[in-house]
T-cell receptor
Framework: AQKVTQAQTEISVVEKEDVTLDCVYE???????LFWYKQPPSGELVFLIR??????QNEISGRYSWNFQKSTSSFNFTITASQVVDSAVYFC??????????FGKGTRLHILP | EAGVTQSPTHLIKTRGQQATLRCSPI?????VYWYQQALGLGLQFLLW???????NRGNFPPRFSGRQFPNYSSELNVNALELEDSALYLC?????????????FGSGTQLSVL
């Protein structure tokens, strides 16, 4: 069975601090994709990143970075120098051959001014 | 370019009634996904349509059904509404049936069952 676990339900940090959102996944497949989405208060999920199972290179995009480690089945997301606009719910998701994309329960991030 | 649009934004029904939710994908997208987002449960996969066909469904009872029209828009129907059906229903589209593609989401329909 496939599963995505985001153990952190809610996190609060002060602006400019770094914060890491954890994501642990389970799948029996060797080919799969992992995603992160951001859901601001407006409700519309916004795609952040997609990573396939054969590419373990970490990625950096501005203040965002992602650490993919197959050995620990984790795909963690770090925001550096957080800003109030980063406040949102963040979802990690997994897609494999089961023809559906499974989401974690999300982590609500509060950036305090 | 217009994004994924969902209607209505809010819907209030009473227990036992039927609800119909609508979704228009981004132009050129053939795949439509439906998710239920209940409080504290994250996004639960409901249905996936591609090229007019139902490709997969999640672990929901048969009273959750839908269809995809020739123009790729989609409808989600929920019959015999129950209180626990109250949730945000999100629609997403992708360019093709590839399950590895990123999804483009609408803002959702907030369904309240009284």
């Amino acid at each position: 069975a496939q599963k995505v676990t985001q153990a952190q339900t809610e996190i609060s940090v002060v602006e400019k601090e770094d914060v890491t959102l954890d994501c642990v996944y389970e799948t029996r497949d060797t080919t799969y994709y992992l995603f992160w989405y951001k859901q601001p208060p407006s409700g519309e999920l916004v795609f952040l990143i997609r990573r396939n199972s054969f590419d373990e290179q970490n990625e950096i995009s501005g203040r965002y970075s992602w650490n993919f480690q197959k050995s620990t089945s984790s795909f963690n997301f770090t925001i550096t120098a957080s800003q109030v606009v980063d406040s949102a719910v963040y979802f990690c998701a997994l897609s494999n051959r089961d023809d559906k994309i499974i989401f974690g329960k999300g982590t609500r991030l509060h950036i305090l001014p | 370019e217009a994004g994924v649009t969902q209607s209505p934004t809010h819907l209030i029904k009473t227990r036992g009634q039927q609800a119909t939710l609508r979704c228009s994908p981004i132009s050129g997208h053939t795949s439509v996904y439906w998710y239920q987002q209940a409080l504290g449960l994250g996004l639960q996969f409901l249905l996936w349509y591609d090229e007019g066909e139902e490709r997969n469904r999640g672990n929901f009872p048969p009273r959750f059904s839908g269809r995809q029209f020739p123009n790729y828009s989609s409808e989600l129907n929920v019959n015999a509404l129950e209180l626990e059906d109250s949730a945000l229903y999100l629609c997403a589209s992708s360019p093709s049936g590839g399950k590895y593609e990123k999804l483009f989401f609408g803002s959702g329909t907030q369904l309240s069952v009284l």
